[in-house]
C-alpha cells in the first residue's frame, strides 16, 4: 500500500468516526507529516519548528520552499541552513523566532550537541533529553 492510500483510509477513517473529527479535518486539513523513519535529530527539529502552531497544509509549503533552492538532495544539509540568510528563511514561511531556532538547531549539530542519529540511538532519554534542550 503506498503512503497516499493510508493517508486516504486515516482521513476516511477518522472523518467517519465522529462529527469532531470530520469538523477538525475539515479545518485543518489532513496531516501530509513526511513519516520519514531515517530523519537526522536536526531535521526532525527543523521540520517541527516549521509545523509548530500552523496547520499540516502550511508546514507543507513552509518546508516545501525550505527545499526549493536545494534541489538533489532530501533536505538542506546543517551546513546549507547555518549559511541561509535571513531573507531566503523569512521568504519560506519562517518567522524571526522559528529562524533563530533553526539556526541555533543547525550550529548546535555543527558543534556536536545535537547528535546523529545513529548517537542519538544509543543514548538513553535522559541524556539525549539534556543535550538537546540546551538549545533555545
Not at 486516504?8 to 462529527?19: C, Y
Not at 538533489?72 to 531573507?87: H, N
Request: charged share 25%.
Amino acid at each position: 500500500m503506498n503512503l497516499l492510500s493510508r493517508y486516504d483510509e486515516s482521513v476516511a477513517f477518522l472523518s467517519s468516526h465522529d462529527e469532531d473529527w470530520a469538523g477538525l479535518i475539515e479545518l485543518v486539513g489532513p496531516r501530509r507529516y513526511d513519516p520519514k523513519a531515517a530523519r537526522e535529530p536536526y531535521e526532525a527539529l527543523v521540520w517541527a519548528i516549521a509545523y509548530q502552531q500552523l496547520t499540516a497544509k502550511a508546514g507543507d509549503a513552509i518546508i516545501g520552499r525550505l527545499k526549493g533552492p536545494f534541489e538533489g538532495r532530501d533536505f538542506p544539509t546543517p551546513e546549507d541552513l547555518i549559511a541561509a540568510e535571513f531573507d531566503p528563511l523569512r521568504a519560506c514561511g519562517f518567522s524571526a523566532s522559528k529562524i533563530a531556532a533553526i539556526k541555533a538547531i543547525t550550529q548546535g549539530t555543527l558543534d556536536g550537541l545535537i547528535p546523529t542519529r545513529d548517537i542519538a540511538a544509543t543514548m538513553d532519554d535522559e541524556a539525549l533529553i539534556e543535550r538537546m534542550t540546551v538549545i533555545k
